[in-house]
């Protein structure tokens, strides 16, 4: 305040009761800031994690970044009630971020922690921006359940407002610790999940509780651990070693999509592929000889771009991020090293979810075909291989983005329709000097059509020159030339000339609109 007369002008200072106050809250956001208790902070650096604000300093471009109810419990010792909502810069685009803070009562749920986290999620969708949870919770707090379960005015909200937000803008996971029972649906319905091995876990039940129920005696690892979810369950999208690892996973991620559905996603400098084989050279001329689709992505795309999207589950199935001359792409494509690259329940559930997220977020699609078809017999049929596999199909058929199918080597039967052939109308099907569509491969078709006559030959050599000879006969009908001339494809492109062909027909495609099928909603099958 200032003070004057006719003469001068003093300058008054603040009362000792306003420095006072202003002092304390400093005092008060400092040590909220710190989360809980020191001996909690160290138990967590021994362990090998990071505190909650060393990975927000590692995610954000910088920390100047705004939170919100810092203070919320702080009164009860409580910092934040256990969560820090955040909202910053990542690569310069803004982002929501919801953060457990594992040193404040192992990072439980509260009455107040609900609060925060369906505010956040509102407060993001509403801006546009993408979110990312940093998870790593014991759980929902049992001694607070009559306040915080039951009512509309509860935890749940967290897991409706996902549901609602999903597609609209991204929504991605990072698995730092536990994140059991309930809480373990924040990233089972994420777009992403990313799990650090040897510390992320995630059941609906413990070890403990099931050796209780069922009997079973299972580690916490075996029951719920990151190479469990990202090899067998499905759950976990991508494994890593530690904190800083998903971290850096989590910005590669976010790098390929735009911060909400209504953008396109987002274009970089273009790059040539890394050094190695030509595709030409890569791609066998014989059917039975197995390639890596892997080598061949990478011959494809520019360097290093190439993120894969469940690498360890389902590796029949290659699915993806990359950049072709610096436009994003995801890339669905069949891998031969595999399984021979067919379809089974888990690898069609795979590919529909990625080609889900792709529709979603404006990400042009790219197939590489290499399909003997679906996998048969009782062990698949029991598996649910129809229904399984008729959502891979439901997720091609009404996928909007420009989608330019690449017909490698075999393409035949149902697998051919799953991996976006002609009759699911991509914007292009493009033929390499290898391709073959067919109903199915000259073996299993010579054997259909003469079954009978090849076992009525009795001498093995005459019976094996007879079926040399009709399988050369129907592989003379799938000609690339042949399905070319019926006008079956709408281009056969030298092998080594794909990227550039894919580059031109990108820019064409990402033209048009993406007008989605109009209904209220489809029932996709499960």
Known sequence: MTVRDSATAVETPPSATARTVHDTLTETLRLARLGGAERNRNKIKASGKLLVRERLKLLFDNEDYIEDGL???????????????????????????????????????????????TFAQETAVAAGIPIIYLFDSAGARIDEQLESFAGRHAWGNIFYNQVQISGRVPQVCALFGPSPAGSAYVPALCDLTIMVRGHATAYLGSPRLAEMVTGEKVTLEEMGGADMHCTVSGLGDVAVDDDEEAIAALRVWLSFLPSNWEKPAPVAAPAEPRDGRLLSEIVPLREAEVFDMEEFVESLVDEGSFFPYKELFAPEMLTGFARINGQPVGLVAN????????????????????????????????????IAGYMIGSAVERQGIIRHGAKM???????????????????????????SGAPMH???????????????????????????????????????????????EYAEGIDVFKIADANAVEAVTPTDELRGELTRRLQLYKRRPAVPVTRRQAVTPV
């Open 335 to 370: 891998q031969p090293k595999h399984m021979g690259g067919t379809i089974f329940p888990d690898s069609s559930d795979k590919a529909a979810r990625f080609i889900w997220i792709c529709n979603a977020y404006n990400v042009p699609i790219v197939f590489l075909v290499d």
């Open 426 to 472: 991509p914007d292009a099907v493009i033929a390499l000097p290898t391709a073959r569509p067919a109903l199915m491969g000259p073996d299993a078709a010579v054997n259909g059509v003469y079954y009978n006559q090849i076992h009525a030959i009795e001498d093995p050599e005459e019976r094996r020159a007879f079926v040399e000879q009709k399988q050369a």
């Open 71 to 117: 203070l919320a419990r702080y009164s009860e010792n409580l910092p934040g009630d256990a969560v820090v909502c955040a909202y910053g810069n990542v690569d310069g685009r803004q982002v929501c971020v919801i953060a457990n803070d594992y040193s404040v009562k192992a990072g439980t749920w509260g009455k107040r922690t609900f609060e925060k986290i």
């Open 393 to 419: 199909i439901f997720a091609v058929s009404e996928c909007r983005v420009p989608r330019i199918t690449v017909l490698v080597r075999k393409a035949y039967g149902g697998g051919y329709l799953a991996m």
